[in-house]
């Protein structure tokens, strides 16, 4: 089956096709980062409309480089949610639309779904069951995975996500946007001595995250040196330095918690976070502390992107599911425990 994977949930537009026995054929990325760094973070509007113009010149583009027609696709799976309404919709009407003409299923897709199972398009994929860690922009998030659909929630954040608390920080030291790499490219100059952030949460038991103290420390710290005339290019460095490692820090413990509790050896690491270096060197110490194993999606797979979205809609097409004819999805909340597992025939 080839399945023609579309993801337009945020601020990336992207395309892929995915044959369920020769692997990803081809994928296609367009970022709008540079159009909203103009207003420091995302502009839902422009957002929207820019799916609309980029998404069909990258089907076209998807499908020249795997030298098919659209005549070739089996299947379409697309981000149903959560994400932004209006992105969402470009993607789930381009889809059904392109479904109807073609009268092939069409499926709607979770992101976080997709995210979770990014790891599977690579040569050598986790087997179940794992916790995986999805951390994003709009998400922080623990979960038991004993296979596609059967998800349980071990823990989350209670207030701003990991992305977003990046992103925050950011515009705290001047920073442009999005602020998860400009703070680690900041951080790498920073002196690791010199301040010591705290690690929210990782002194209770539990699984749950907060950011919302740190960033606060983050802030007071800006400002103390800045009223004492020292917030200069290295004393922003070393903030950056300091609230890096804190986010990792507390990552990487709540990660150690979740293998022990489950009693499980593999770990999967998702979401545009997971491609912070700090947090993956940290992980990779844990993980080894306890003979387990820590799994990655490729870089461009990290962040939003259709493959993803190819490859968990074809897990489901081919047990059957799809949207009911012309009863397109879009939900911008969408709790992955409502997620149930593919019945396969």
């Known amino acids: ?160 996500a990991a992305g977003e608390a990046f992103d925050k920080a950011a515009k705290m030291l001047g920073l442009d946007y999005p602020g998860g790499p400009r703070v680690a490219a900041l951080a790498e100059h920073g002196d690791p001595t010199r301040l010591r952030f705290p690690r929210p949460m990782t002194d209770r038991p539990g699984l749950d995250f907060s950011f919302s103290g740190l960033k606060t420390h983050t802030l007071t710290a800006v400002r103390k040196l800045e009223q004492a005339g020292q917030l200069d290019d290295q004393a922003r460095a070393d903030v950056a330095r300091a609230f890096e490692e804190a986010v990792a820090d507390t990552l990487a413990i709540k990660c150690r918690r979740a293998l022990q509790q489950t009693g499980l050896k593999r770990l999967v690491v998702a979401g545009g976070v997971s491609a912070n270096t700090r947090l993956r060197a940290k992980l990779e110490q844990e993980t080894a502390k306890q003979g387990a194993r820590v799994y990655y999606p490729r870089g461009r797979f990290c962040t939003d992107n259709g493959a993803m979205i190819a490859y968990a809609g074809a897990q489901r097409l081919q047990a059957g599911e799809r949207d009911p004819l012309g009863q397109m999805k879009a939900v911008p909340r969408w709790p992955m425990d409502q997620l149930a597992e593919p019945r396969r025939g």
């Open 1 to 160: 089956m080839r399945v023609l994977g579309i993801e337009t949930s945020c601020d990336e537009t992207g395309v892929a096709l995915f044959d369920t026995e020769r692997g990803l054929l081809a994928d296609a990325l367009h970022s709008q980062i540079a159009m909203h760094a103009d207003y420091g973070g995302v502009v839902p509007e422009l957002a929207s409309r820019d799916h609309t113009r980029r998404l069909l010149p990258l089907i076209s583009e998807v499908l020249a480089e795997a030298q098919m027609s659209r005549r070739d696709i089996d299947a379409i799976a697309y981000t149903a949610g959560p994400g932004l309404v209006g992105a969402l919709m470009v993607g789930a009407s381009t889809a059904h639309g392109m479904a109807r003409a073609l009268n092939v299923p069409v499926l709607g897709v979770h992101h976080m779904e997709g995210h979770l199972l990014a790891p599977m398009l690579e040569d050598e994929p986790p087997a179940f069951p794992f916790v995986a860690l999805l951390v994003s922009g709009g998400h922080t998030q623990l979960v038991r995975v004993d296979a596609i659909g059967a998800y349980a929630l071990l823990g989350e954040s209670v207030d701003d």
